[in-house]
């Protein structure tokens, strides 16, 4: 029989990293992109949110990485109004990064390793200790024998791990990516993929915005579905799909796959 366990393997207390409540942003137009959000994001999990076009997955993303206010609504991040951290300057930079959906929007430098060096550099962070940050970067995306490489001569994958590094290289804890699999081929998803991976045995925290449940579900903690601007739902992966709406516009996997586990492209 196996050992029961002690309190040293009790489950350690979930921490919010962003709470969010009743978040709306309604832009000069009077078009309303987001209607009332409440959501929570964990420390060091996985969350997928998911909706189809429009629903308002990247002005979100927009708005927690301090790139849009809200119109209206609290944002907290690790219990402290979103606002004042972002006026503690570089602070909330070396926490959060972000991979557009688009990742050549990102690139700045000549070379891969250049482009890599560019957020560091930018945070006053030491020459020695931005190469070392650089190398770890590149070796943990698979790139660093590519470091003098052009970022355009990249793959679609490869761009996006070029971008993961970054963020990486600037220390970030926390990465959104918006759309990831985007205009990819089977490879380059499969480099996509591998970098998550990566990232969440490394305990980070991801969020990833996405209507491409059966690439990556397998891999996410919790998924939320975005929908008009609204969370609908948020839990459980698979409780979350047993009560999926058709007019939520999300495919259900589970359809092609047998369980949500086996939602995932990774061989």
């Not at 489950?11 to 992109?33: D, H, M, S, W, Y």
């Not at 929908?227 to 359809?255: F, K, Q």
Request: net charge negative.
């Amino acid at each position: 029989m196996p050992e029961e366990a002690g309190p040293e393997a009790e489950a350690l207390p979930v921490q919010e990293l962003f709470t969010l409540r009743n978040v709306r942003k309604v832009f000069p137009n009077g078009c309303i992109a987001l209607d009332g959000v409440d959501l929570e994001i964990i420390e060091s999990e996985c969350l997928l949110i998911s909706g189809s076009n429009g629903s308002g997955k990247t002005i979100l993303m927009r708005i927690l990485a301090g790139l849009l206010n809200p119109s209206e609504g609290t944002i907290l991040f690790r219990g402290e109004a979103l606002g004042r951290v972002l006026r503690r300057s570089g602070e909330f930079r070396r926490e959060l990064g972000i991979v557009f959906q688009d990742p050549e929007s990102q690139f700045v430098g000549e070379t891969v390793e250049e482009d890599t060096a560019f957020g560091p550099s930018n945070l006053g962070v030491s020459p020695p200790e931005i190469r070392e940050r650089v190398k770890e970067a590149l070796e943990k995306t698979g790139l660093w024998e590519k470091r003098s490489f052009s970022p355009r001569r990249l793959s679609g994958g490869e761009k996006r791990r070029l971008a993961v590094a970054g963020v990486l290289a600037m220390g970030c804890g926390t990465i959104i990516m918006d759309e990831p699999f985007a205009n990819l081929d089977w490879p380059g998803v499969i480099q996509v993929l591998q970098i998550i991976r990566t990232l969440r045995r490394g305990n980070h925290t991801l969020v990833i915005l996405t209507h491409e449940l059966e690439k990556v579900l397998g891999l996410s903690d919790r998924l939320a579905i975005l929908h008009r601007g609204t969370i609908r739902d948020r839990g459980n992966p698979g409780e979350v799909l047993n009560r999926l709406r058709p007019e939520y516009g999300v495919r259900d996997p589970r359809h092609v796959y047998k369980t949500v586990e086996d939602c995932s492209w990774l061989p």
